[in-house]
């Protein structure tokens, strides 16, 4: 079944379909889908080796079940559970946005006020959908159970292509204050979707470095973009990762001994010209002969990273050839050199004092 056949059933209300669009997104990350409907109701099931992290992922399908706007549904009710579990460690409620041919009783019912992204390979910037009236006292578009679930993005798979109609200033103003994610939030979204060593040396230091990086990406990551994957890398010798979103790609550095992750690298996905990828990393052309070199600590994740979400937005040249890091090999370089003036001016120390006690010897003999 296509891409195209599988959105336009979910569309409909079919809970195969819809649990089929969450589990392109989130079964490569361990986690399994299962949905229902009990009469208006859709229950969706997520269930993991842990425990599926309620603040990232409730929203992640609220949002992306409100995309598809499915006419047979009313009210969507998320459940998380450890694999092997009966009973669900958590679960949060929602109501659904009311379309135009519901009867009129379900006409109180307002739509979240949250931004829209646009993917599936457009690389136009993302809207906000206009708010109508809303009932007195509520909040919009969900219950009171749902936290932080609205400051969360889409699911590319979930995503619509229809426009959306230009919402007021104010508006604008409400849905950016309301979906900016916070560092907490992104520190979760990196440790869920972020694809960094598991084990060994590296995997220490990226315990360490997320939540530096998901501060910077709270600092300078527009409430617009939507993160789609990121991926463990060195970049001009420092720890870093790349992070992709629907419009470009970015990357943010973490130097030895700085508290603070710097963006070091940005780059809008219709500025580049072509990219190079092999087993051992990532090139990326710009034009006037621009490059950037990245490189995997591991060459599995770095596989996982270019035949992902990456490839469905811009195509990939495979190559065996990645020329070495020249920023380490100063680096190594300079170490060797740092090595020889030190074993230089110790032997010279050393030569120096034997100088000096055969003077003295010399000067008052036994």
């Excluded at 809207?127 to 993005?153: A, E, F, H, I, Y």
């Excluded at 997320?210 to 600092?219: G, H, V």
Aim: hydrophobic content about 40%; glycine content about 8%; overall charge positive.
């Amino acid at each position: 079944m296509t891409q195209t056949e599988l959105l336009e059933l979910a569309k409909q209300g079919r809970p195969t379909a819809i649990a089929a669009l969450i589990n392109r997104s989130l079964e490569p990350k361990g986690i399994t889908a299962k949905a229902a409907l009990k009469g208006r109701c859709l229950q969706i099931t997520l269930a993991a080796p842990k425990v599926p992290n309620q603040k990232v992922l409730a929203g992640f399908i609220y949002q992306g079940v409100m995309k598809l706007a499915p006419e047979a549904i009313a009210s969507l009710k998320v459940l998380g559970l450890q694999t092997g579990q009966k009973a669900p460690a958590w679960s949060q409620e929602f109501k659904l946005s009311p379309q135009a041919e519901f009867s009129e009783e379900l006409s109180a019912i307002a739509p979240v006020e949250a931004p829209v992204s646009r993917t599936g390979g457009s690389r136009k910037s993302p809207t906000s959908n206009p708010s109508p009236s809303v009932k007195k006292g509520k909040t919009p578009g969900r219950t009171t159970q749902s936290g932080n679930g609205d400051r969360l993005k889409i699911p590319p798979q979930l995503a619509d292509n229809s426009a959306s109609v230009p919402p007021s200033t104010e508006q604008t103003a409400e849905s950016e204050r309301r979906s900016r994610l916070t560092a907490l939030d992104y520190e979760d979204l990196l440790r869920d979707i972020g694809q960094f060593p598991q084990t060994g040396k590296f995997s220490v230091d990226y315990y360490y470095a997320i939540p530096k990086i998901a501060q910077a990406l709270a600092e300078l990551m527009p409430s617009t973009s939507e993160i789609l994957d990121v991926v463990g890398v060195r970049y001009q010798g420092q720890l870093a990762c790349i992070v992709l979103t629907e419009r470009g790609l970015a990357c943010f550095s973490c130097p030895d001994f700085s508290r603070k992750a710097i963006k070091t690298f940005g780059v809008n996905l219709n500025k580049i010209s072509h990219l190079s990828a092999g087993k051992r990393g990532l090139i990326i052309y710009q034009p006037k002969s621009l490059k950037k070199h990245f490189y995997f600590y591991n060459k599995r994740l770095g596989k996982n990273f270019i035949e992902g979400k990456l490839s469905e937005f811009i195509s990939v040249e495979k190559t065996r050839f990645i020329p070495d890091d020249r920023h380490e090999v100063t680096l190594t370089l300079f170490g060797y050199f740092a090595l020889f003036l030190s074993l230089l001016v110790n032997l010279a120390g050393l030569g120096a004092g034997v100088w000096f006690l055969i003077q003295r010897m010399m000067e008052n003999p036994f």
